[in-house]
């Protein structure tokens, strides 16, 4: 798996948002003394946060997915190379191969 640099900027994001809105809300809430402010603030902080890992997780799924894609028409590409030369003696890949195999419409 490539290493994704979105992924881990979002993730850090989120980290940074979980920490940084406790701490606020913490803050905000002791000089207020009103602890709904408070516990709405962490809640908040910490749902954004989740959602931005979240993102950040979607993301690596999404990268492994078009890595294994890619290995896939690889093999695809070799495979079809080497049945191809052995029956017509002509080289396809595997997209030319899928391509003439679909139904027409």
């Known amino acids: 798996m490539e290493n994704n640099t979105v992924s881990k900027i979002l993730?850090?994001?989120?980290?940074?948002t979980i920490i940084v809105g406790v701490l606020a809300s913490l803050i905000t809430g002791s000089s207020?003394?009103?602890?709904?402010i408070t516990i709405g603030g962490i809640i908040g902080s910490v749902i954004?946060?989740?959602?931005?890992?979240?993102?950040?997780?979607?993301?690596?799924?999404?990268?492994?997915?078009?890595?294994n894609q890619n290995k896939i028409i690889k093999?695809?590409?070799?495979?079809?190379k080497v049945v191809n030369e052995v029956v017509t003696k002509e080289p396809v890949t595997a997209l030319q191969d899928i391509e003439n195999n679909l139904p027409k419409i």
Do not use: P, R, Y
Request: a negative charge.
């Open 11 to 16: 993730k850090g994001i989120g980290i940074g």
């Open 32 to 36: 207020a003394d009103n602890i709904a």
């Open 48 to 67: 954004s946060g989740i959602i931005f890992i979240g993102f950040s997780e979607i993301i690596i799924l999404l990268q492994e997915s078009v890595d």
């Open 75 to 80: 093999l695809l590409n070799e495979k079809s």
